[in-house]
């Protein structure tokens, strides 16, 4: 089956054909955070979602290039820094670090670039694209100095969020002396300096002044991945009006179509409602580290709902994450304990579990994958007990786990080593200390039993996880 997903734009599921087909290399533009604040939990589902979306492309052989942006100027990370009375770079310094932080803690392959838009060579192509625009007549400089892009003249403009223009037009202009802009819904491409901006600005065609959020992604993503590009993320709310504001900026200046496939993750909810920074009801990464949670059993909680429906956000949900990746280190712990021998995996050509990548395949439905890794967890439990799985078969399985975590990247750390393990090692150290080499042998064994390697290296001992081989 190939691989298709759910396009916003067409509202159908598509069978997935990138822009180069034979290179198989994947361009992936996603928009990230506004470091005004520390990310919350909300922001993280749509990160966990383009990460799978990219790790299992990368399982099923393409190579990807992710861009995420951040958004380091915009009027929340201006009236921050003027709060906090300290530089707009130096407030937006701490939340960008924070976000690298998390991201690690949750198991978030970076991306290859992180362009910030306060870059002065984006700045510069910021106001390229919005030049050619206003000489194009689709962008328009009002009295207020602020220009803004023209929506009545891209007829394709609300083709994104399936959004019926003429409703706007026929009220739109009711209050019309009220507004510095032709349209109401036209919308600032590059913002006219203001008090309230302090010295944050540059200098354009039309005066001093700033990007308006908008194009800062699409000369970002024009600049780094090209005028067309595969795939481009999001939370469902920045369907309207930032990604569809992106398209009409991007094909007002290119006149190509700028993207092949929209997908758009619905939202981390609380009570019902949208888990955000403006309704308080919302959680960073360290409140639930605080709380005893573990980055993995965060991402596991996070990613187990298929991106397009919406997730409740409960602890109930938290504690299922626990206990659903208790199972899995179990599991492996006795796959591990039954693999033992000396057969060399890659030797072994087994077709086995193919149902979780091939559920992956279709939109990525992580639910039914997951759903295929505990019934294959439950049958291969069952077959341990009955002494019917042979040390072949654990190690074929264990193989196969190797590589749906390079999608699900959820196995435990190292450092979360039992305590069983860490015991065993102090004793092979002191053993080692006296020059007993035959305790410490024995330790070495027994460390193999439990399904860990130990290696002496010049700074001591280093154990890892058997996998198998
Ligand atoms: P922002 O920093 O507000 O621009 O949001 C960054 C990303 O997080 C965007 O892709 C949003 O669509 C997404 N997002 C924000 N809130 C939520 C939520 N409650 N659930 C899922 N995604 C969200
Ligand atoms: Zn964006």
């Known amino acids: 089956m190939p691989l298709r997903f759910f396009n916003t734009y067409s509202r159908q599921l598509e069978d997935f054909e990138p822009r180069d087909p034979a290179e198989r290399k994947i361009g992936i533009y996603t928009c990230g955070p506004t470091v005004y604040s520390r990310a919350h939990i909300g922001n993280f ?4 979602f383009e990460d799978l979306l990219q790790r299992h492309l990368e399982l099923r052989g393409y190579k990807v290039h992710r861009v995420m942006n951040i958004t380091d100027v915009d009027d929340k990370t201006i009236r921050g820094a003027r709060e906090a009375g300290i530089p707009l ?3 937006t310094a701490q939340f960008k670090e924070a976000f690298f932080e998390d991201i690690e803690i949750l198991r978030i392959k970076r991306a290859d670039e992180f362009p910030a838009a306060t870059d002065q060579r984006h700045i510069v192509r910021m106001i390229e694209m919005i030049a050619t625009l206003v000489s194009r007549s689709l962008a328009y400089q009002a009295d207020d100095k602020s220009v803004y892009f023209r929506i009545n003249k891209f ?6 969020a399936h959004f019926d223009l003429t409703h706007l037009q026929s009220t739109g202009r009711v209050k019309h002396d009220e507004y510095d802009k032709e349209h109401i819904g036209d919308f600032a491409l590059w913002k006219a300096w203001d008090e309230e901006d302090g010295d944050v600005g540059w200098e354009s065609p039309w005066g001093r002044g700033r990007p308006g959020w908008h194009i800062e992604c699409s000369a970002m993503a024009t600049a780094l991945l090209g005028e067309q590009i595969d795939i481009h993320c999001g939370g469902v709310d920045n369907i309207f009006p930032h990604h569809e504001a992106e398209i009409a900026q991007t094909e007002g200046v290119t006149g190509k179509k700028f993207v092949r496939y929209w997908l758009h993750c619905a939202h981390l909810l609380v009570d019902g409602q949208k888990m955000s920074k403006s309704l308080g009801n919302f959680y960073t990464l360290p409140n639930l580290l605080e709380k005893g949670y573990t980055g ?3 991402r596991y909680a996070l990613m187990r709902v298929h991106y397009c429906a919406p997730l409740n956000f409960t602890w109930d949900g938290m504690e299922e994450a626990r206990q659903a990746l208790a199972r899995i280190d179990e599991w492996l712990a006795r796959l591990r304990e039954t693999a ?3 057969i060399d995996l890659r030797k072994l050509d087994l077709q086995i579990g193919e149902q979780f990548e091939e ?6 439905n992580i639910s039914a994958a997951l759903g295929f890794l505990f019934e294959t967890i439950r049958a291969t439990n069952r077959a341990i007990d009955d002494g019917a799985l042979d040390s072949a078969a654990a190690r074929a399985w264990l193989n196969w786990w190797e590589e749906i975590n390079t999608v699900l990247a959820m196995e435990a750390d190292e450092a979360a080593r039992p305590e069983e393990i860490n015991a065993m090692m102090d004793a092979r150290a002191a053993a080692r200390l006296a020059k007993d ?4 042998d024995q330790l070495r064994d027994e460390l193999k039993a439990h ?7 010049k700074d001591g001992q280093k154990v890892t996880r058997r996998t198998g081989s």
Do not use: C, H, M
């Open 45 to 48: 589902r749509a990160y966990i």
């Open 89 to 91: 770079t130096k407030f």
């Open 155 to 160: 007829p394709d403009y609300g083709k994104l």
């Open 296 to 298: 993995r059993e965060i």
């Open 340 to 342: 033992g021998g000396k």
């Open 359 to 364: 559920a992956l395949d279709d939109d990525l």
């Open 437 to 440: 080499w035959r305790r410490s």
């Open 451 to 457: 399904g860990w390697e130990v290696r002496d290296t």
